[in-house]
T-cell receptor, first 114, second 113 residues
Framework: NAGVTQTPKFQVLKTGQSMTLQCAQD?????MSWYRQDPGMGLRLIHY???????DQGEVPNGYNVSRSTTEDFPLRLLSAAPSQTSVYFC?????????????FGAGTRLSVL | GESVGLHLPTLSVQEGDNSIINCAYS??????FIWYKQESGKGPQFIID?????DKRQGQRVTVLLNKTVKHLSLQIAATQPGDSAVYFC????????????FGRGTSLIVHP
């Protein structure tokens, strides 16, 4: 059971380039989300999904797109990379019951935009 | 501003001491709280959670206390070990919300041997 897998682990982009950060989970969780983490700050929500075919914006969605065609995968696309998008990106999937909501995080993708 | 925050950004303790990490929240509608631990270079990992109908919950070496009157949450770690060195985040969920929690800024716990 691999949990949440993110690829790549590291990436360097030039301003204006596009790329896709991959996220896959094998726990059959309905909820998935993308966060960015900047130095000295907490996790800020970019986009999230409550199931296949359903996505919504979080706190900082500008410059990012997502899609959810399967339960397992939730890729994050940077349309035209900017230096302000230099950050560590975490994908998470959630197991939600009537009384709990626990998120399982991937190891992160460290992105630098030059 | 953020509805979840931490009083101290950095906490330094000696190995064997008890550690207390604090968190304030501002939304009285929040009904579920979670503590996560993030080790260097890794993603956050679930530690313990508590619902708003409880004041206290205990795990292995950890205790979470919830004071709804002053909207305050704390994580107590007993007999702190070097392996406890990490950033600790509290997160809240609001009843009727999106089921995606809001995270605080985090507290860095440094354990000196």
């Amino acid at each position: 059971n691999a949990g949440v897998t993110q690829t790549p682990k590291f990436q360097v982009l030039k301003t204006g380039q596009s790329m896709t950060l991959q996220c896959a989970q094998d726990m059959n969780h309905e909820y998935m989300s993308w966060y960015r983490q900047d130095p000295g700050m907490g996790l800020r929500l970019i986009h999230y999904s409550v199931g296949a075919g359903i996505t919504d914006q979080g706190e900082v969605p500008n410059g990012y797109n997502v899609s959810r065609s399967t339960t397992e995968d939730f890729p994050l696309r940077l349309l035209s990379a900017a230096p302000s998008q230099t950050s560590v990106y975490f994908c998470a999937s959630s197991y939600i019951t009537g009384t709990t909501n626990i998120q399982y995080f991937g190891a992160g993708t460290r992105l630098s935009v030059l | 501003g953020e509805s979840v925050g931490l009083h101290l950004p950095t906490l330094s303790v000696q190995e064997g001491d008890n550690s207390i990490i604090n968190c304030a929240y501002s939304n009285s509608a929040s009904d579920y709280f979670i503590w996560y631990k993030q080790e260097s270079g890794k993603g956050p990992q679930f530690i313990i959670d508590i619902r708003s109908n409880m004041d206290k919950r205990q795990g292995q070496r950890v205790t979470v206390l919830l004071n709804k009157t002053v909207k305050h949450l704390s994580l107590q770690i007993a007999a702190t070990q070097p392996g406890d060195s990490a950033v600790y985040f509290c997160a809240e969920n609001m009843a009727g919300g999106s089921y995606i929690p809001t995270f605080g800024r985090g507290t860095s716990l440094i354990v000196h041997p």
